[in-house]
Structure formats: structure tokens, C-alpha cells
T-cell receptor, first 107, second 112 residues
Framework: GIQVEQSPPDLILQEGANSTLRCNFS?????LQWFHQNPWGQLINLFY???GTKQNGRLSATTVATERYSLLYISSSQTTDSGVYFC?????????FGAGTTVTVRA | DGGITQSPKYLFRKEGQNVTLSCEQN?????MYWYRQDPGQGLRLIYY???????QKGDIAEGYSVSREKKESFPLTVTSAQKNPTAFYLC???????????FGDGTRLSIL
């Protein structure tokens, strides 16, 4: 199956700071999604981005499919941004998840 | 409201007992999925279904069974053959495979 590596594994931010999360994958993919898992376990869709760049408020994402990586940008971080961010890729009818980046935003 | 409903939120299983987790969606999606999440890890695929009356094993199907008799429902049974069932179980659906997946709120299963 497709291997997905996320970095860094942990990130501690001061409120207002910007950050970049990275996702590397081992093969060509049909689908790439970024999710945010909140402390209650809910998995929230952030982006569906198999290629290109998208923005949604303070979050944006870029996927360079030819180089097999995606980046998630968080700007002006808030305490509500805390949680685990997962990258997941779909190559053959199933999503393969990375291990996630745990983000802690301190007030 | 359209969405994916999982029930119950918490479930306890006795040794040797089968339990069934419910997943219902009213999004009119063809594809449905079951994932397992262990603490500090990403999600792993148990089973998926591309269409009614069809389903396929994922990466960790042993000890689990599913059915897809209706488009909106995809129940997961954790059998007594699953020796380490304690985990967080998440159901998802998508319009078709290779389309964005949307998740329910999950069921936490524990062993008594």
C-alpha cells in the first residue's frame, strides 16, 4: 500500500503564530485529504486536494502531486486549532492515513 | 440535516461476545467505509463497500464482519475472534470511491 509520512509529529505554537505541516506519500494518488481531529475524536474535513492550492480562512493547502507531497498552512493560530491533523491519500479505493501531527496552541 | 450517524457512542463488550456498531448515512452516497483508530495512531481500513450488496476487505478485516443490504446502512460486527477490539471505530462515506470521504463521530469500544 501507499506509505504516508507526516512531519513534524508534534508542534507547539503560541497563539498567533504561523506553521506548516508536511505530508509525503510514496506513490501517485487519486485523492488527498487533510483532516483535523478534535479532542472529542471528531474528524473534520479540511481539504480535498489531490493537486493544486486551496484556501479556507486561516488554513490553506498545497499539493504537488508530481513530487508526492502536500503542505498544510495554519496562519494566525488560535487555541481552537489544537488537535491532531491527518493527511490521507487514496490510490486504490482506500484512504491510507499518516500518523498525524499533534498541534498544541497555547494562549 | 444530512450526515453520518454512528451509534452507540460508547460500547462495552464482554469476552466471547459479538457486538454490532451501527452506521447510517442520509447523504445518498454509494461508498461506505469502516476504520479503526488506536491511541496515538492514524486510521486503518477494516472494510469498505462501493455499492449495495458488495463489500471488500481492507487492511485489518480479521475478526470483523459487515453487511450492506441498504444503501444508507453499513453495520460492523466485532466478533469474538477479534482478540484486541478496544479501539475507536469510525465510519465514513463518499459519493463514489476516490471522492472525498466524510466521517461520523465514532464509537469507542472497550472490553469489560
Amino acid at each position: 500500500g501507499i506509505q504516508v509520512e507526516q512531519s513534524p509529529p508534534d508542534l507547539i505554537l503560541q497563539e498567533g503564530a504561523n506553521s506548516t505541516l508536511r505530508c509525503n506519500f510514496s506513490d501517485s494518488v487519486n485523492n488527498l485529504q487533510w483532516f483535523h481531529q478534535n479532542p472529542w475524536g471528531q474528524l473534520i474535513n479540511l481539504f480535498y486536494i489531490p493537486s493544486g492550492t486551496k484556501q479556507n480562512g486561516r488554513l490553506s493547502a498545497t499539493t504537488v502531486a508530481t513530487e508526492r507531497y502536500s503542505l498544510l498552512y495554519i496562519s494566525s493560530s488560535q487555541t481552537t486549532d489544537s488537535g491532531v491533523y491527518f493527511c490521507a491519500v487514496e490510490g486504490d479505493y482506500k484512504l491510507s492515513f499518516g500518523a498525524g501531527t499533534t498541534v498544541t496552541v497555547r494562549a | 440535516d444530512g450526515g453520518i450517524t454512528q451509534s452507540p457512542k460508547y460500547l462495552f463488550r464482554k469476552e466471547g461476545q459479538n457486538v454490532t456498531l451501527s452506521c447510517e448515512q442520509n447523504l445518498n452516497h454509494d461508498a461506505m467505509y469502516w476504520y479503526r483508530q488506536d491511541p496515538g495512531q492514524g486510521l486503518r481500513l477494516i472494510y469498505y463497500s462501493q455499492i449495495v450488496n458488495d463489500f471488500q476487505k481492507g487492511d485489518i478485516a480479521e475478526g470483523y464482519s459487515v453487511s450492506r443490504e441498504k444503501k444508507e446502512s453499513f453495520p460492523l460486527t466485532v466478533t469474538s475472534a477479534q482478540k484486541n477490539p478496544t479501539a475507536f471505530y469510525l465510519c465514513a462515506s463518499s459519493m463514489q470511491v476516490n471522492q472525498p470521504q466524510h466521517f461520523g463521530d465514532g464509537t469507542r469500544l472497550s472490553i469489560l
